[in-house]
């Protein structure tokens, strides 16, 4: 980044340097230009009157004879009337508009033809609005000794000026350059932010220049990427919500909450091996509603699905985080209870057969009553799952023989 601050400082230096030559350069010849339109003034006064003369006496201009006859009538009066006012005295070349000599010289003589083409910015003699004439100084003026001082002078003021400028120049140029890396600087610090991660970035804005507009127009996208990202986030966060409810959906039961037969054939799978590979207990129940067909048809359909409902809630409140519940169909319910012997399984499957005999069930409908019946296989030698839900169900029916309400084991 220094580099575009060196540029700058670089650029703006040799530009002064540049402009201080091409002054320093051609300041000599603007003032010996000068010099010699001074020093040619009252000669091209004086041909201006010497030809308006002519004109006057004679109707034709602009011929060799023409010119040679204004040589010689003219001669002593422009000797006369051309003397510089000033100290410089210069030779020159003098012809009229076709580029007759109007003055001999030392290789021509007047009324020579002579091309226009070798003159050097000439000067233009004009009467009444038309060019009647050109002069051109022969050689350079010859400068004085108070020419030469003052040229020398001029000289000292440039080179003094130069190193003004530049003084000033450089400290302007590194404030400058410095103000614009500081700019450059806040965009590069947040755009490697937001390739971090952190994307929300704003930088402030202090000039009205094109790094403002930059800054600006980083702003704005900024603003939009963020946007964008958050809806894109929640966008993702509500199609996980999604899937998690389909999920929840596909593998719970609608009516109780409690896990589908299917749901829990796979999990019961999964803890049997682990059970098995770590010589751990567990124990497979299955219990059902009492009299539930009764329930239904003295009460209601409306009735027996309340007393599902309240009964799923029971066994969800009465088993651990580790155990297994799922609706296996009607009124029928299983568990899988893991690290879990006969004498644990027995007693919390009896804790929860009272807290349902016990449930407040006249609440739900007068003279409602509602017991569970359990079947426990808790036999570390039966390894497949659909054997020990059999000896579950086993225990199951002999519950229901026996008198309902109680818990029965294999032994």
Known sequence: MNSIKIKLISSLFFTCLLLGAIVFLMTPHMIKHELTEDALK??????QQAIGQYQQTHPSWGTAEDAKRFALLAEARLDANSKPQTSHQIDSLVT??????LKPGPTHRAGDKISLDIFDDPEEIKINGRVVAYISPIDEIPLSASDKTYLHSVEETLQFSLLAAIAMILPFAAWKGSQITRSL???IEAVNKMA???LQQQVKINTRDEIGLLANAFNSMNTRLVNAYRELEESHQLIEQQAEQLKELSIRDELTGLYNRRFFNEEAKLLLSNASRYQQPLAAILADIDH???INDNFSHAVGDQVLQQVSEILL??????????RYGGEEMVFILPNTDQAKAIEMMDRIRLCIEEHPWHKTAPGLAVTMSFGICAD??????QARLEQADQQLYRAKREGRNQVCINQ
């Open 317 to 326: 409140n009465g088993i651990r985080s580790s155990d297994l519940v799922a």
């Open 196 to 198: 971090e991660g952190d």
């Open 185 to 187: 600087n806040q965009l």
């Open 42 to 47: 009252p000669t091209i006064r004086a041909y």
């Open 292 to 294: 539930f067909k009764m």
């Open 96 to 101: 009229d508009s076709n580029g007759y000599s």
């Open 380 to 385: 570390n030698s039966v390894e497949q799952l």
